[in-house]
Structures are given as structure tokens and as C-alpha cells.
């Protein structure tokens, strides 16, 4: 399918690794202009390299922590002009109420839940004045399928939900389209330290991690490019009167009210 999105500028945070780098991937392939942030300037440098070798396109990079307002700051003033904005930086610890104390909460939260809305509100605000853009909020499917042991993720991605519901509600009345992604378990570094964590409450033993696929839909988690597909998609022309919703993409998960 022809998503019509060649020349558009795109922000993507946490796009060192993961879903961030597969959705910078997915938007090369589509002749975007890509503006891509994380922690690691050496990191992002060796993926601009890369998607350059496959794709002729602009690439700029800019290293910024998402928990400080400074940071965030300076990267919607770096890309104000980006047409699509991607919301992905994020590793809210896992755990119950008991393991996740007040400094690794807020810790999380700040990168993440505060991260999402402070950029949201430079770049949206951007947008409106003029009359176009899409921002597309990567969530989890916690958000909706509450976990105890994953309990600051649920409670921060069900903020995420709210947030991403309430102003895509109204944004297309600017000319802005605002929506959420809800992956579930997507094979990423960061699934892999989340699973190590679930193998030690299920079998005592971290190292019988890779034993939880058998548990899935399908047997699998989704792959970062199922996901990175579904952004582009929802980005796209093709998307252009879907707003203040939530497509989760977790293989059924949610939908049987299950973890796993």
C-alpha cells in the first residue's frame, strides 16, 4: 500500500533501539525525513549511518534524557516543524507495589508518562498553528489489561490512554491527528529484562525466560516491524479520520484478559 508519506518530517524518541529504531527503519522505506532522539548520541550516530546505506533520505540526531524539561525543551525547539511526532522513549520498571519504591517510580513516569505529555505539548501546539500533523503515542497494552506486577507500567500506560483519548478527541478540529499504539509483548532488550523478571515469580529461575513464548498467541511476542508498520500506517493519509482511539496490537492478549 502507498502510504503517501514521502518528504514528511518525523520525530521519534527512544530511537536508539527496539520500536523506536524499527519504526525510523519504517519510515526511511517511506522517503521521510527523520529526526531521531535518544540518550546515546554514539548509538544514534551508528543508526543514522546504517538507514543511509539503504535509504537516501535527511537524518538529523539529537541526544536527550525525556525526564528533564531542559531536554525536551531544546528537542521541540531543534524539530519544531516535524509533521509526525512518534512518542516512544520509556522503561517504567517492572514489579509489584512492594519492589517499585517512590524514586524508581517517579523515575519512570517522568521519562515516560511526563516525557509523552511534555513534548506533546511544544510539538502540538506547533501543529495547530499550522493546521496539520499526527502524533502517534507508542502505550502498551498494560494500559488496558492491568498487571499488579507490572503495577507503576499499568498505572502510567492507563494515563498514556486518557491522555492520548482526550486531545485526539478535539485535535482534528486543528487539523492534528492524535492516537495510541498498545503493543504487547514485542521482542525487544527491554521484553527480555521484563521476561527475566516474570521467569523468577513463575519458576524461580530467570534463565527460563524464552519458556514464556510458549504462553503467547502464536507462540511469539510481535516484532518491533509489526509494530513499526502499524505506526506508519496510523501516521499515514490512509489513517486520516482515525483519532483519540487505541489500536492495541498484543495477538489477543488483552482481549483475553490475561498477562500472557
Avoid at 199 to 211: F, L, P, Q, V
Avoid at 247 to 256: C, E, F, L, M, Y
Wanted: negative net charge.
Amino acid at each position: 500500500m502507498q502510504l503517501d508519506l514521502e518528504g514528511k518530517r518525523v520525530l521519534i524518541t527512544g530511537a536508539s533501539k527496539g520500536i523506536g529504531l524499527a519504526t525510523a527503519w519504517a519510515f526511511a522505506k517511506e522517503g521521510c525525513e527523520l529526526y531521531l532522539s535518544a540518550r546515546s548520541l554514539d548509538q544514534l550516530e551508528k543508526n543514522r549511518e546504517e538507514i543511509l546505506r539503504q535509504h537516501k533520505t535527511r537524518i538529523a540526531v539529537f541526544a536527550a534524557d525525556m525526564g528533564s524539561s531542559a531536554d525536551i525543551r531544546k528537542l521541540a525547539e531543534q524539530f519544531c516543524e516535524a509533521d509526525i511526532l512518534v512518542n516512544n522513549a520509556g522503561d517504567i520498571p517492572s514489579g509489584d507495589l512492594d519492589h517499585v519504591d517512590e524514586e524508581a517510580w517517579r523515575n519512570g513516569w517522568d521519562v515516560k508518562v511526563y516525557g509523552y505529555i511534555n513534548l506533546t505539548r511544544h510539538i502540538y501546539r506547533r501543529m495547530v498553528d499550522r493546521k496539520s500533523g499526527v502524533i502517534i503515542n507508542d502505550i502498551g497494552n498494560s494500559g488496558e489489561n492491568w498487571d499488579a506486577n507490572y503495577i507503576a507500567g499499568a498505572a502510567g500506560n492507563a494515563s498514556l490512554m486518557a491522555f492520548t483519548r482526550g486531545l485526539g478527541g478535539v485535535s482534528l478540529d486543528h487539523g492534528v491527528r492524535v492516537v495510541g499504539v498498545n503493543p504487547g509483548p514485542v521482542a525487544t532488550d527491554r521484553m527480555v529484562k521484563i521476561m527475566k523478571r516474570r521467569a523468577i515469580e513463575w519458576y524461580g529461575d530467570e534463565s527460563r525466560w524464552e519458556e514464556l513464548n510458549d504462553k503467547y498467541p502464536g507462540k511469539r511476542p510481535a516484532t518491533p516491524e509489526e509494530v513499526a508498520d502499524l505506526i506508519a500506517f496510523l501516521a499515514s493519509p490512509r489513517a486520516g479520520y482515525i483519532t483519540g482511539t487505541i489500536v492495541t496490537i498484543d495477538g489477543g492478549i488483552a482481549s483475553r484478559r490475561s498477562i500472557i
